[in-house]
Nanobody
Framework: QLVESGGGLVQPGGSLRLSCAAS????????IGWFRQAPGKGREGISC????????YYLDSAKGRFTMSRNTAKNAVYLQLNSLKPEDTAVYYC??????????????????WGQGTQVTVSS
């Protein structure tokens, strides 16, 4: 089971760190992706970290603002969100898949999903 946390209300330009924790399995054994879904829109892939812990992929609009990382000791994956904009408002999800991040933005390639955490960027 995957559980996201860390969402909330933040002003434009602010930052949040989202966490994805797992129970029952080691996140290090999987590639992990972050997605988001805004009201009335489809699920959008933001980033993915491969099982090798070194290869990370980002949506173009996320490059330079969002950073994904792992904490093996805590069995967690993080998504640091900086310079947030109102258009970043969405429910953010983490998801697990085997090994690689090929076509990382396609939710069909992921097997397990968390319940999501709401991020709202507003003044």
């Amino acid at each position: 089971q995957l559980v996201e946390s860390g969402g909330g209300l933040v002003q434009p330009g602010g930052s949040l760190r989202l966490s994805c924790a797992a129970s029952g399995f080691a996140l290090d054994d999987y590639a992990i992706g972050w997605f988001r879904q805004a009201p009335g829109k489809g699920r959008e892939g933001i980033s993915c970290i491969a099982r090798d812990n070194e290869t990370t992929y980002y949506l173009d609009s996320a490059k330079g603002r969002f950073t994904m990382s792992r904490n093996t000791a805590k069995n967690a994956v993080y998504l640091q969100l900086n310079s947030l904009k109102p258009e970043d408002t969405a429910v953010y999800y983490c998801a697990a898949r085997a090994v690689l991040c090929t076509y990382f933005g396609d939710p069909r390639h992921y097997d397990d999903w968390g319940q999501g955490t709401q991020v709202t960027v507003s003044s």
